[in-house]
T-cell receptor, first 114, second 114 residues
Framework: SQTIHQWPATLVQPVGSPLSLECTVE??????LYWYRQAAGRGLQLLFY??????ISSEVPQNLSASRPQDRQFILSSKKLLLSDSGFYLC?????????????FGAGTRLSVL | AQSVTQLGSHVSVSEGALVLLRCNYS??????LFWYVQYPNQGLQLLLK??????LVKGINGFEAEFKKSETSFHLTKPSAHMSDAAEYFC????????????FGAGTTVTVRA
């Protein structure tokens, strides 16, 4: 069966520090991968998605970047965090076109930028 | 482009009462529709989905939803609320012509009164 792992679960970082959040999927190959941010009291905002190694699409301009160095690994990064980067970050995967885009989510990372 | 509107950001029900969460969507093509549930500090879990076929779909934990094309709705119901149903619920739509992405509603928080 497929599983998705995100870490760390919680992170407290000072403003201006770098960020690296990692997500890996097991039990499948060539998944679509997604990064979402969920701010308090708001819905989910799609940040990035990837349909293959090295293929990243950005949905909104921001202080963050994403990379996919391996088929089942998706990394969210920042060089210098802002206060507004605080939130709950969720990674998700789906099997790809034609599978009705059912997305499965990781447990999330709670990021607090102070 | 597709979008989702969830009516009511908070719903409070008594234990044993009907749970009704409203979702309306807009889509230029027949959609795929989903309901997800999120418990505090956790990722999203798929409750149920509509892709094709029967318009009344049953999901986990006793929830069901009905796709009504004429009303562009996909409301979620459960006949009898349980304390464990307290969570946030998200409606989402995927465009069949672009099945890489989901558009989420803003979410509805359900509280259950004893």
């Amino acid at each position: 069966s497929q599983t998705i792992h995100q870490w760390p679960a919680t992170l407290v970082q000072p403003v201006g520090s770098p960020l690296s959040l990692e997500c890996t999927v097991e039990g499948t190959s060539n998944p679509n991968l997604y990064w979402y941010r969920q701010a308090a009291g708001r819905g989910l905002q799609l940040l990035f998605y990837s349909v293959g190694i090295g293929q990243i699409s950005s949905e909104v301009p921001q202080n963050l970047s994403a990379s996919r160095p391996q088929d089942r690994q998706f990394i969210l990064s920042s060089k210098k965090l802002l206060l507004s980067d605080s939130g709950f970050y969720l990674c998700a995967w789906s099997q790809g076109p034609g599978t009705k885009n059912i997305q499965y989510f990781g447990a999330g990372t709670r990021l607090s930028v102070l | 482009a597709q979008s989702v509107t969830q009516l009511g950001s908070h719903v409070s029900v008594s234990e044993g009462a009907l749970v009704l969460l409203r979702c309306n969507y807009s889509s230029s093509v027949p959609p795929y529709l989903f309901w997800y549930v999120q418990y505090p500090n956790q990722g999203l879990q798929l409750l149920l989905k509509y892709t094709t076929g029967a318009t009344l779909v049953k999901g986990i934990n006793g929830f069901e939803a009905e796709f009504k094309k004429s009303e562009t709705s996909f409301h979620l119901t459960k006949p009898s609320a349980h304390m464990s149903d307290a969570a946030e619920y998200f409606c989402a739509v995927s465009d069949r012509s672009n099945d890489y992405k989901l558009s989420f509603g803003a979410g509805t928080t359900v509280t259950v009164r004893a």
